[in-house]
């Protein structure tokens, strides 16, 4: 329960409200290690905590990397850190991806807008064990072309003869020559074999609604697709109830959850 | 290289014609290629044709102060244009190839004229573009709800 001190190594813009940290813990503490899917909760000391993705794998060789949006307080007070400065840290909290279950098929990782955050260990994790999995297929939806994330890395994606990512945006200006619409369209073009494929998703709820629709449609089992869930995390232990949805509580049954299992109350309003 | 009719059985729009009715369609289709910037169609122009992408990716747009703008893309096996279904048979926006497109192209006009003498394959056709209409719709409806806009969180 108890933050531990991790010194920020490097920040990067991602946009302009959006920044990557990598953090390292002060020497004698552990380098927490987080499974793709997992959360941790990061602490701006004197100003609040909140969860936030691990976007980036803790292992020995890349350090710990976590993507933050500017929205309110601690999170504007997080992205306005500098290296060297000394943040709080909670964790590993929460599920994973089902990486090890989905070996042998196809993967279809569909991520919308910071949504691609908590998916890039998960894409990490397949390429480091490429032989292992089938068709591994990235469809990555943006607002714009300038709030997309981690651009460098999407261009190293894109060059890659055993991956599959196309990049859709909702609204285009004059120098924007790729596809613009809504991310379910790049599932409704993707090559995949719909009856051995696990679905990886995360965005805003309403575009993981479309999109667990889409890959219905496209004929994939409903309980082969899985999304990561944000809601309110204040103890990260399932203590405090702020993140109870349903019967459940996001911070330990979450965030990933089986779409199935999570669909009748995603129809309730403000739940 | 499929036959026209072949690409327009694999597409999902036309899945529920019959092969009579593929076949009277793709009599009046042909194949056409547009280079890199070439328009299909011509906001405010007579809608004469419709178009099926075998192979490239089209950009649906409008022209403001700025530039155009690109509303939508299409590609592999979607449909472009459907104003030639209705009166007053006026194209709404510019269509942009990007890159290289392969398309087949259709006689809209001799089309209409098909679908009025033969109702049967007019309604199968009305439908498959009403599901093309209805999916677009929802696209945009979704577009329109701005969801990777701000949170409102700490």
Known sequence: ?271 | MQSIEQTLAATRMFRNLTQEQLAALARLGEEVEYADGSRLMIEGEPADWFFVIREGFVALQTDAPSGAITIETLHNGDSVGWSWLFEPYLTHFDARSRGVTQAIRFDAATLRVRCAEDHELGYELMRSFASVIVERLQATRLQLLDVYGRATVS
């Open chain 1, 1 to 271: 329960m108890t933050p531990r001190a991790h010194r920020v190594v490097s920040r990067r813009g991602e946009t302009t409200d959006t920044w990557t940290l990598a953090l390292e813990p002060l020497p004698g503490e552990e380098l927490p290690l987080f499974a793709p899917g997992q959360f941790g909760m990061l602490y701006a000391f004197g100003v609040g905590e909140i969860p936030i993705s691990v976007s980036g794998a803790s292992t020995a060789l890349d350090p710990l990397r976590c993507t933050v949006r500017s929205v309110g307080s601690v999170s504007a007070a997080l992205c306005a850190t500098a290296p060297g400065d000394v943040v709080g840290l909670r964790g590993p909290f929460g599920s994973r991806w089902p990486l090890a279950e989905a070996t042998a098929g196809d993967v279809v990782i569909v991520a919308g807008g910071l949504g691609l955050a908590p998916l890039r260990p998960a894409i990490h994790h397949v390429l480091a064990h490429r032989n292992e999995y089938g068709r591994v297929i990235v469809c990555y939806g943006g607002r714009s072309a300038d709030e997309l994330l981690f651009m460098s890395e999407l261009e190293v994606w894109r060059g890659r003869f055993d991956l599959d990512i196309d990049v859709i945006v909702d609204i285009a200006g004059p120098d924007w020559h790729g596809k613009v619409g809504v991310v379910t369209k790049l599932v409704e073009l993707a090559a995949f074999d719909p009856d051995r494929t696990f679905a990886l998703l995360c965005g805003p709820e309403v575009m993981l609604r479309f999109g667990a629709l889409t890959l219905r449609k496209r004929g994939v089992p409903v309980d082969r697709c899985y999304i990561s869930m944000e809601r309110n995390m204040h103890c990260a232990i399932a203590q405090c109830g702020h993140c109870q949805f349903g019967p459940k509580f996001i911070c330990r049954e979450g965030p990933v959850q089986r779409y199935d299992e999570v669909e009748p109350w995603l129809k309730i309003g403000e739940l």
